[in-house]
Nanobody, 125 residues
Framework: QVQLVESGGGLVQAGGSLRLSCAAS????????MGWFRQAPGKEREFVAA????????RYADSVKGRFTISKDNAKNTVYLQMNSLMPEDTAVYFC??????????????????WGQGTQVTVSS
């Protein structure tokens, strides 16, 4: 089992920045990739970004390209999501997820095996 704990959410004005962190514990050696998803009220959970745990290859949703950056620190078993130029439509609960299979930078929620509890990000206009 892998446990994931997110942190770093909060309230920020439009145009501002936040950095989310996700710390993994447990069977971290089984992690193949990690990703971030978000879910706004009344909407489905959507993919934001993913990173391959060994090589560091990344994938982004079109809506966040150029504004968000996913990165990792293998020594700390932590993945980060740096969010710049935030917009009100980025308001959502952000979830961290881990994949222990062999998907290549997965972007579907059903490709992930473990999930964090989520952290709220609110962007005011």
């Amino acid at each position: 089992q892998v446990q994931l704990v997110e942190s770093g959410g909060g309230l920020v004005q439009a145009g501002g920045s936040l950095r989310l962190s996700c710390a993994a514990s447990g069977r971290t050696r089984s992690i193949y990739g990690m990703g971030w998803f978000r879910q706004a009220p009344g909407k489905e959970r959507e993919f934001v970004a993913a990173i391959n745990w060994s090589g560091g290859a990344t994938r982004y949703a079109d809506s966040v390209k150029g504004r968000f950056t996913i990165s990792k620190d293998n020594a700390k078993n932590t993945v980060y999501l740096q969010m710049n130029s935030l917009m009100p439509e980025d308001t959502a609960v952000y979830f961290c997820a881990a994949d222990d299979g062999s998907w290549w930078i997965p972007s579907r929620s059903d490709q992930y095996d473990y999930w964090g509890q989520g952290t709220q990000v609110t962007v005011s206009s």
